[in-house]
């Protein structure tokens, strides 16, 4: 590149001598051979005390007065010109701070594609879940992965003799002698009774992902952390056909269309009746052949449900005499298995079997 393409050339502003000045800058910056040669030419135009630009400057007040103006002028065009010529001829060293000497940009190169990540195939299921959800009037709440025990047990009716309150079946937090005991919630459940305390007397209908916690022993369908979706209706006269029209149209919106719903009953402290809800196996449409997913059974079941317990809807803070409910709560990890036949949950987060990229792009 030549100089003429850097520097705008003439300088309206700079006077005849002036123009010879930058001309003799100019040939004194192109010849200086290295670093060294360009900073004693540096000095000899641009210096703060011998420089001859300098000079012109000090010439202003020699002077008579109509002519400072002009020459001022010029000198300051001077000064600038010569400061680009300076910066110009650092490039061309390979001296300037920022050189885009080299390498080169080459524009007829095609473009590097930007790798653009996306979601996690467990946060795309939750999505899909809480959207269905939506679609059916429930809106969505989160709850703290470190729960009380409480929370976890107490107030959902979960007797204090049942075995999920043994630390082998539940995280328990350390936490001082007499201070009230946490856990790393062991199901999302526990929030039921935050979202009733926190809307009671108003009729509420919502649905709770995140992260729970068990202390499994890990194998193919077990780990010790993994999510769910909690959902939870309650207003002044829901029935169990609610929960049965609800749960069904959810499972459509999540399997299909074709989506037959069964319930079987069931038993869960929290709800009274309760049910577990299999949806038919969306791999082989019924036909009981050898469906390794379904087992040849023609179902799977997706999740548990019932009427809420008069006990939790009063520790959530309703009268019984008043308000009924339903929930249900679900796997996301099993939700995500079933629907894209992964077979191994610790695919998903396992730090040795899972969280591979080859594994998780497929989604
Ligand atoms: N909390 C139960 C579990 O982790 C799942 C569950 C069952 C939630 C029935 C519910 C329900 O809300 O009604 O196994």
Redesign the pocket.
């Known amino acids: 590149m030549s100089d003429a393409e850097i520097i705008p050339d003439p300088l309206p502003d700079l006077l005849e001598e002036h123009v010879r000045l930058l001309e003799e800058v100019r040939a004194a910056f192109s010849s200086a051979a290295d670093d060294k040669a360009l900073e004693a030419a540096r000095v000899k135009y641009l210096g703060r005390k011998a420089g001859l630009v300098q000079a012109e400057f000090d010439r202003i007040k020699t002077l008579p007065g109509e002519e400072r103006r002009a020459f001022g002028k010029s000198a300051n065009a001077l000064r600038q010109a010569v400061e680009r010529e300076l910066a110009a001829a650092r490039i061309g060293h390979g001296t300037s701070e920022i050189d885009i000497s080299a390498p080169r940009l080459d524009m007829t190169l095609p473009g590097r594609a930007r790798e653009l990540g996306h979601r996690h195939v467990l946060s795309q299921t939750t999505e899909l879940l809480v959207n269905v959800a939506a679609t059916l009037g429930f809106s969505v709440a989160e709850g703290p992965e470190v729960e009380s025990e409480f929370n976890n047990f107490d107030a959902l009716n979960i007797p204090r003799e049942h075995p999920s309150y043994d630390p082998f079946d539940t995280f328990y937090i350390e936490t001082p002698e007499g201070a009230e005991k946490l856990v790393l919630r062991?199901?999302?459940?526990p929030v039921?009774i935050r979202e009733m305390k926190r809307h009671a007397p108003e009729p509420l209908r919502v649905v709770v992902p995140g992260r729970?916690y068990r202390p499994d022993k890990v194998d193919a369908t077990h780990y010790h952390t993994f999510h769910?979706l909690?959902?939870?209706a309650v207003d002044s006269d829901i029935t169990f056909q609610d929960l049965k029209y609800t749960l069904d149209l959810f499972a459509k919106g999540v399997f299909g269309e074709e989506t037959l719903t069964r319930f079987r009953p069931s038993y869960?402290p929290?709800?009274e009746p309760?049910a577990e809800v299999d949806v038919s196996c969306p791999f082989c449409a019924r036909d009981g052949g050898a469906c390794p997913v379904c087992k040849a059974t023609g179902w799977l079941e997706i999740?548990?449900?019932?009427m809420?317990h008069p006990k939790v809807l009063s520790n959530g803070g309703y009268d019984p005499e008043d308000f009924t409910g339903?929930?249900?709560?679900?796997g996301v990890e099993r939700i995500a298995m079933l629907r894209h036949g992964i077979r191994d949950i610790r695919l998903f987060i396992d730090p040795e079997r899972g969280n591979d990229l080859r594994f998780l792009e497929q989604f």
């Open positions: 062991s199901h999302t459940s039921q729970t769910q909690e959902g939870l869960f929290f709800t309760s999740l548990g449900s019932g809420v339903f929930a249900f709560g679900m």
